[in-house]
């Protein structure tokens, strides 16, 4: 079964650092890119960018580009969202999920999220 | 405010059917695919239509997608209690070059 594991919530200040995960079950991780979506309480979904854990290639969305690192580490199939310095807006589900298409040779745009991660809460008090 | 417009909520009675919009613009519903994503209370969303009109193994063909233009729909016909959820439209867009939501549809069944 593929399955994507996220890590468990997460309580921190503002100004905290902080890394949760992602792992990759079921399927060669290191093919597929992993993407990340935010969650703020009592809202949709918005895409924050995108890693490709076979080279650690990273596109990130102009809106959290600077705000978030991605890492990847292929060797335990594991994906890393990371914050240096937290805020209270940073509160909110963050899932990751995996880009996938019917052939391997899709354009990103012919491409859908499939499976989701549990997600991780994180809670950010000032 | 969303790139796509999704009206925020739907609502019908079991056996009925339902419709959510999805309306975008050139750079996206246009001339991308569309995917449409369930999400049950308190889980992470799921996959429930991709390319317009795809179903996903496992999921009932009470559920239909389509496409016209720079909008695209959800249909689920012989609605059930358990069909209450959040449902999004997702699209590649071309301008941003990154992925693009709907604010999400609430459904409740009656």
């Known amino acids: 079964e593929v399955q994507l594991v996220q890590s468990g919530a997460e309580v921190k200040k503002s100004g905290e650092s902080l890394r949760i995960s992602c792992k990759g079950s079921g399927y060669r991780f290191s093919d597929y890119w992993i993407e990340w979506v935010r969650q703020m309480p009592g809202k949709g979904l918005e895409w924050m960018g995108t890693?490709?854990?076979?080279?650690?290639?990273?596109i990130y969305s102009p809106s959290f580009q600077g705000q978030v690192t991605f890492s990847a580490d292929k060797s335990v199939s594991t994906v890393y969202l990371q914050w240096s310095s937290l805020k209270a807006s940073d509160t909110a589900m963050y899932y990751c999920?995996?880009?996938?298409?019917?052939?391997?040779?899709?354009?990103?745009?012919?491409?859908?999220?499939?499976?989701w991660g549990q997600g991780t809460l994180v809670t950010v008090s000032s | 405010q969303s790139v796509l417009t999704q009206p925020p909520s739907a609502s019908a009675t079991p056996g009925q059917r339902v419709t959510i919009s999805c309306s975008g613009s050139s750079s996206n519903v246009g001339i991308n695919a569309v995917n449409w994503y369930q999400q049950l209370p308190g889980t992470a969303p799921k996959v429930l239509i991709y390319s317009h009109n795809h179903r996903p193994s496992g999921v009932p063909d009470r559920f239909s997608g389509s496409k016209s233009g720079t909008s695209a729909s959800l249909a689920i016909s012989g609605l059930q209690s358990e069909d209450e959820a959040d449902y999004y439209c997702a699209a590649w867009d071309d301008s941003l070059n990154g992925w693009v939501f709907g604010g999400g549809t609430r459904l409740t069944v009656l």
């Open positions: 890693i490709f854990p076979g080279d650690s290639q990273t």
């Open positions: 999920a995996r880009l996938v298409c019917s052939s391997p040779t899709c354009p990103r745009e012919a491409h859908w999220f499939d499976p």
